[in-house]
């Protein structure tokens, strides 16, 4: 996955210089097997259903994880104002721990994930201008785990190995 990345941010760039021929192949055109296409059209009726269980999950983290100090970790406000359907549960770090946090989290089962980590490798290529929040934000961005299949106990797993993670450092 990484690498595909790798590809679609120089194949960005090559495309913002106009240089066409230098592309690498990172999409390939493809046909859907129907058994893929049938189980995809079932998904797709209980897409509602799964973006509710989604947001009652990111709901329940962000109580559980509230006791945390805002200094340390800020966690994704909920507003009811706005529908965010939490398709990634997103915390920000102070810069420098990202990295540290996501091992002790790995080490404990719950596969955070960095966030935007090429940006400040684009950035550059994109402008002759600083950008210190985009750059601050590829370097202190986790997702952690947040699909419609994750229980009520698994939402409790992981809010437990943060907090056992952030006592470790």
Do not use: W
Request: glycine letters at 2%; proline letters at 5%.
């Amino acid at each position: 996955v990484r690498n595909t990345d790798d590809m679609i941010v120089q194949n960005c760039l090559t495309l913002l210089k106009s240089e066409l021929n230098q592309l690498f192949p990172t999409i390939k055109p493809a046909k859907m097997p129907n058994l893929s296409a049938a189980v995809l059209r079932k998904q797709l009726a209980r897409l509602d259903e799964f973006n509710e269980r989604r947001m009652i999950n990111a709901e329940r983290l962000t109580n559980q994880l509230s006791d945390i100090d805002e200094k340390e970790v800020k966690l994704p406000k909920i507003s009811s104002d706005v529908k965010n359907t939490f398709t990634r549960y997103v915390v920000r770090v102070d810069k420098g721990l990202r990295d540290q946090l996501i091992d002790e989290l790995l080490k404990r089962g719950v596969d955070a994930q960095k966030l935007y980590y090429y940006i400040k490798g684009l950035l550059p290529e994109l402008s002759s201008r600083r950008h210190p929040n985009a750059e601050a934000l590829s370097d202190s961005l986790i997702a952690l785990p947040n699909h419609p299949l994750l229980a009520d106990a698994d939402v409790e797993s992981i809010s437990s190995a943060f907090h056992e993670a952030l006592e470790a450092m």
